[in-house]
């Protein structure tokens, strides 16, 4: 029986996400839930795992094309052979992949587990996008490798010479080292990662790319009339507008033209800030821990958010009501490979210095890697952004949408600064601070800035606030 899979209702509003690339081929025999394809969504590249059990009979869709919500991606040959899925023995029920209204629904399939049929084992979870059933308690599933079948070229190139793959592991890299390979045309397969462990990173791609051993290689012979031999670079190039900075396109846009934005900046000498983080680190009880001006600001606003509240607050229009919320997750802006993305500290209100440190290291290893998941990435409510780290003083950050406001952080720069009476060169560091004024007046605006500064000026305020 041949079964059609389309991509699933991916949940938050997203209606189409890149086939980033298959791990399977036509003639593949698959598992229930095992991983199947990379995709990318607005948000992040997550792992599609497959809902049938059976041999891949077709691949609709090739890597790099964009596919909305209900349309055919893979269709498999179930051989008259239903998943089973939560219920035990004689209670099976299939794993639709095509429902009424032609679209398969993640929540619909996600959650089903239970007891195998008879042997009293337990049976795959029959999750969609972004998690795969664990194959032991508590794992993930392991990366299972491409078996024999043709390689499925991308639309538009010239087919290459197909070799069977049989059953070789796929390279170590992650997502998006893995477009920009195919954007480069770099095989993965024929390098040698410098990573950790043998991960292919960017920098492996880059030094691999067409052209660019031929350019290596001619170094040295000058032409004849001694001139560089370049290839002239167009005047002008293209490039897809792609789903993740079409969405924050659109978020910005209506953030900008709904919430009416104010930004106030406050200037502050940060140096028993800048010296605290020193002993620090030579702190023998701190070693394991990353704990910079970032960390201590976070820290500082999760502080000042519970003295000043409506910073942590959301606007309904729709129910016509002010939302206050009593935790702080807090969203760090991320310049990522594939544009900017604001995932968000769960609880940031609970969690200590080191503690703070930890989330925030992880936070920024994930961004990274483009493995951010859905879930980092809704239900921030207060943000940050450090434009110190590009050397920038000071700015007029956009509010992240639904949220109240954004403290942007500026660069430390020593700086003639008065001090006891006298100038002295001094650590100084400016914040800048965005709310929807129809949440947050001057005077709220101003003291929460305040407090914050008070903080990272005199560390030791801290015991008077809390």
Known sequence: MIKVFKLPDLGEGLTESEIVAWL?????????????????????????????AGTVTELHQQPGVVVHVGEPIVSFDVAGAEPQSAGGVGAAQPVEAEFGDGVASA??????????????????????????????????????????????????????????????????????????????????????????????????????????????AGQGQAPRDGRADATPAPRESRSPIKSLRKLTAAAMVQSAFTAPHVTEFLTIDVTPTVELLDSLKRDRAFADYRIG?????????????????????????????????????????????????????????????????????????????????????????ISITNIGVYGIDAGTPILNPGEAAILAMGSIRRTPWEHHGEVALRSVMTLSLSF??????????????ADVGSILANPGMVLTMI
């Open 107 to 216: 929540t619909d399939a996600a959650g089903r587990s239970g007891e195998a049929a008879g042997d009293g084992a337990p049976a795959r979870e029959a999750v969609l996008v972004g998690y795969g059933a664990a194959a032991e308690r508590g794992g993930r599933p392991k990366r299972r490798p491409r078996f024999g079948g043709p390689v499925v070229e991308p639309v538009g190139k010239a087919p290459s010479v197909v070799e069977p793959v049989g059953t070789r592991e796929r390279p170590r890299s992650t997502p998006p080292v893995r477009a920009l390979a195919r954007e480069l045309g770099v095989d993965l397969a024929a390098l040698t990662g410098t990573g950790p462990d043998g991960l292919i990173t960017r920098d492996d791609v880059h030094q691999n790319a067409p052209g660019r051993a031929a350019a290596s």
């Open 436 to 449: 929807d004024h129809r949440l947050v007046d001057g005077e709220q605006g101003s003291r929460f800035l």
């Open 293 to 381: 001006i970032l960390t201590v600001v976070a820290k500082a606003l999760c502080i000042a958010v519970a003295r000043n509240p409506s910073l942590n607050t959301r606007w309904d229009d729709a129910a016509g009501e002010i939302v206050q919320f009593n935790y702080v997750n807090l969203g760090i802006a991320a310049a990522t490979p594939r544009g900017l993305i604001v995932p968000n500290i769960k609880d940031a209100h609970a969690l200590g210095l080191t503690e703070l440190a930890t989330a925030l290291a992880g936070l920024t290893e994930t961004a990274r890697a483009g493995t951010t998941s859905q879930d980092a990435l809704t239900g921030g409510t």
């Open 24 to 52: 399977i081929a036509p003639g593949d025999t698959v598992e229930l839930n095992q991983h199947i394809a990379d995709v990318e969504t607005a948000k992040a590249v997550v792992e599609l795992p497959s809902p049938f």
